[in-house]
């Protein structure tokens, strides 16, 4: 009975010390803050190893081959090099492929074929065993334009290589833009069969395509344009602009439109430049399309091109009565071997070449008398937008019901326009109208809606919506979301069977949109606050406020083509997010700017500050201004370490301020003390990267280094400026944890504590005396002779 009592006195004693070592130690109750600060690493997606699939990995471009055979193209050259990893089809259906464009100066001619390098897995015990043949391994489609190609059977495991040739009707049913589509389906269903497998096709960029062709002068059919100008081929899209050696404001002007309708029509991907007629070289135009860009009498080398309507004493011999007419042709580069062309936007005045450069912009070109030449008469104004009705159908909108069956992920765009100088008020919203099959996965299966690329809201598929044909969602859109001129609401639809294995041609997956649903959009008048500090980081705003930049102008020096070159480069850059359908921006010379233009145009000031009289009338207001013919901004900042810099060593600067004629716009002055100073600081404007790193009202430009601040403004100022440096971006050591906080104990802890300490004493003190030894035994040899208050004792 003793060591029974011992036992549950140590057991008693042994809680105590637990319970009071988890009171002492840290509450782990931690706060949100803490937890989201401590969670800096996260477990990385399971990735395929050499034991569950032998010798398939993703190729780099590094050691993609590379050919001599000038028919051999490799997937990852078709397709520029933006895509460089396997496709990745996994079982038991999956699809997936890419697109691609031959140049424009290409005939293809029979023999082409496809060497297909793939990886097939199975993912099950057989996968690692050689010359296994597995059954159930599903088929492999493969379609160019959508003309089947072959049917592979995947029933060997590791690495295949096939040839697979290629008809010409293949080819002969490309998109009406020229580009082929290449498609692969994967076909696994028999796979379900067994416990464990899963196929996976793993279809490397190694692969490639033997195109035979001729080469042919391109097309100079003004019918396709923007191609051949654009073609989106293997070969980067690029272009050489040449303007008059002194260009007036007007050419300018031109050269900037057309540009910037280049960048809406290439997605900013072609690559632009620009030359003088006294500084080109033919060896400049070996290489890229040529863009003439002027008045007939200013553009002298337009004699050595074959024109349609050729130059005759230097004009072009348009009607007499419309002497502002414009004019584009097209013809072959005569500087040359490619597949380039000469483009000429021009006229005899310069209201003829504004007009041919916006033509140029709409990317849509009607040809004249022949096919290579367009006369513009007239480009008419845009119509202001007539105020929309507040509630507007799909099918009002001119688009009918959608029903969505792929597998997968589905998308339908919708345009609806909104006039410049309004927005939307909070209770805008889209109601939708919609029905579903009752055979999806609901929980791998969504709606998700989105506008202008931001998503706004979701909604959730279920039993109870599966069992109505029609349902109504109200998704509110937010007014930060919408924008003058076109905007997109795009509806993604993801959809997946609740039997993975079920068969994609049952068309049991399906998502009606119907075309009754309603864009609720009450529009209010966008008010703007003159006193609002502007801000680097709403670039390209306010420029893209207007869709076609008809409240944008260029300001730039004379005799400056690098200036002029970075302004081409942020035309392009523009019109690419612009939403209009003619560009409409402006230009002026720095010492020639009309009081009454003055206040119409948000401006972009582009070069040296010393050699721009506009920088002179408004530097007392700028946010870091510059010394008197100096091109060098003053610091005015707070930083806590000031650099002595020379002054001839380069720098760019970017200033952004309101306009002094008109509050409700915003000059940019894209600045430089040198050549490259100035070109460093258009390069902020373009590049993503260093966009991204824009902020507050001014930054200076080094490079790749981007110092910003933003200068705060007191009642009263002369021109004093108190500036706060604004950090670009917080670096976080890869080695260091954030500080962790230490959660104090509630109060109530120590005094308990205390207590369980005092009655563990007690207890062992209990142990103590009951184990002492008594003066009187409890029992002799003769006999048991035991007093009452033993027996008790005893008992217990």
């Not at 990745?88 to 999956?94: A, E, F, N, Q």
């Not at 004493?313 to 002497?323: I, T």
């Not at 008010?527 to 409240?551: G, K, R």
């Not at 981007?706 to 050591?733: C, K, L, Q, R």
Request: charged share 15%.
């Amino acid at each position: 009975m003793q060591k029974k009592l011992s036992i549950s006195l140590l057991i008693i004693v042994v809680s105590i010390i637990v319970l009071i070592s988890v009171l002492v130690n840290p509450v782990q109750a931690q706060s949100p803050t803490l937890l989201q600060a401590q969670t800096f690493t996260q477990t990385p997606d399971p990735t395929l190893t050499s034991l569950s699939v032998p010798n398939l990995v993703s190729t780099p471009t590094s050691i993609v081959p590379q050919f001599t055979n000038p028919d051999v193209f490799t997937f990852a050259q078709l397709q520029q090099g933006l895509v460089n990893d396997d496709i990745v089809l996994r079982g038991p259906y999956s699809f997936g492929g890419f697109g691609f464009s031959v140049p424009a100066d290409w005939v293809l001619k029979p023999g082409a074929q496809l060497n297909l390098s793939i990886g097939v897995s199975f993912n099950s015990e057989v996968q690692n065993q050689a010359d296994v043949t597995v059954v159930g391994g599903g088929t492999l489609t493969v379609s160019l334009n959508d003309v089947l190609l072959t049917t592979l059977s995947l029933n060997k495991v590791g690495e295949v290589e096939t040839l697979i040739d290629i008809p010409s009707a293949a080819f002969d049913a490309a998109r009406n833009d020229g580009g082929h589509v290449l498609w692969f389906g994967l076909e696994s269903s028999e796979s379900c069969r067994f416990s464990g497998q899963n196929t996976m096709v793993f279809i490397h960029p190694t692969s490639y395509f033997v195109l035979p062709h001729d080469i042919v002068p391109p097309s100079t059919n003004l019918a396709n344009f923007p191609r051949p100008l654009i073609q989106d081929s293997f070969t980067p899209d690029s272009a050489l602009f040449v303007i008059p050696d002194q260009p007036s404001a007007a050419e300018l002007q031109a050269a900037f439109i057309t540009a910037a309708g280049l960048g809406k029509l290439s997605s900013n991907k072609m690559i632009l430049n620009m030359t003088t007629v006294n500084n080109f070289k033919s060896e400049d135009a070996a290489n890229s399309h040529l863009i003439f860009v002027g008045k007939a009498a200013s553009l002298s080398l337009l004699t050595r091109l074959t024109l349609p309507l050729p130059v005759t004493e230097g004009q072009f011999q348009l009607s007499s009565d419309a002497p502002d007419d414009g004019l584009v042709e097209m013809v072959d580069s005569p500087w040359s071997n490619g597949p380039y062309v000469a483009l000429v936007v021009s006229g005899n005045t310069d209201p003829g070449i504004i007009k041919a450069a916006q033509a140029v912009s709409t990317g849509t070109l009607r040809p004249n008398k022949v096919e290579n030449y367009s006369v513009i008469e007239k480009i008419n104004s845009i119509p202001a937008s007539n105020p929309q009705v507040m509630d507007r159908t799909l099918e009002d909108l001119g688009y009918s019901g959608k029903t969505f069956e792929n597998r997968g992920f589905n998308d339908e765009t919708y345009v609806f326009n909104l006039p410049v100088g309004m927005t939307v008020s909070p209770d805008a919203y889209f109601e939708m109208i919609f029905g579903h099959s009752s055979l999806l996965d609901y929980s791998n299966s969504q709606i998700v809606l989105y506008l202008n690329n931001q998503p706004i809201g979701s909604v959730r598929m279920s039993d109870a919506t599966a069992s109505l044909p029609t349902n109504h969602a109200k998704i509110m859109i937010p007014p930060a979301a919408v924008r003058p001129g076109d905007n997109y609401l795009r509806i993604g639809v993801y959809m997946m069977p609740i039997e993975e294995c079920s068969p994609p041609d049952v068309r049991g997956l399906w998502v009606n949109m119907w075309p009754q649903s309603i864009l609720h959009l009450p529009q209010v008048a966008k008010s703007v606050d003159p006193l609002a500090p502007q801000d680097l980081a709403v670039y390209p705003a306010p420029f893209t406020y207007t869709p076609e930049l008809s409240n944008t102008a260029f300001v730039l020096e004379h005799n400056d083509l690098e200036s002029w070159r970075n302004a081409l480069q942020i035309s392009s850059y523009l019109g690419w997010q612009s939403t209009g359908s003619v560009i409409s921006l402006a230009a002026f010379y720095g010492d020639d700017i009309p009081v009454s233009e003055r206040s119409k145009y948000n401006m972009l000031v582009i070069g040296r500050p010393s050699q721009l009289p506009i920088i002179k009338e408004i530097n007392n207001s700028m946010p870091a201004p510059f010394l008197l013919d100096s091109d060098i901004a003053s610091d005015n900042s707070d930083s806590q370490v000031i650099f002595k810099i020379p002054s001839d060593s380069p720098r760019g600067f970017i200033e952004m301020m309101q306009s002094p004629w008109n509050p409700n716009n915003a000059i940019l002055a894209v600045l430089g003390n040198t050549s490259q100073g100035v070109q460093w600081a258009a390069k902020a404007l373009i590049e993503s990267p260093l966009r991204s790193q824009l902020r507050g009202n001014f930054a200076e430009v080094s490079d790749q280094q981007i110092f910003t601040t933003n200068s705060i403004y007191s009642a009263g100022s002369t021109g004093e400026i108190n500036a706060v440096e604004i950090p670009s971006e917080i670096d976080v050591p890869l080695g260091d944890e954030p500080a962790r906080e230490i959660a104090s104990p509630p109060a109530w802890i120590p005094p308990v504590i205390g207590v369980l300490i005092g009655l563990m004493i007690l207890i062992v003190s209990l142990v103590v005396l009951r184990r002492r030894p008594s003066n009187t035994p409890r029992g002799t040899a003769s006999g048991d002779k035991r007093t009452p208050g033993d027996g008790e004792d005893l008992k217990e």
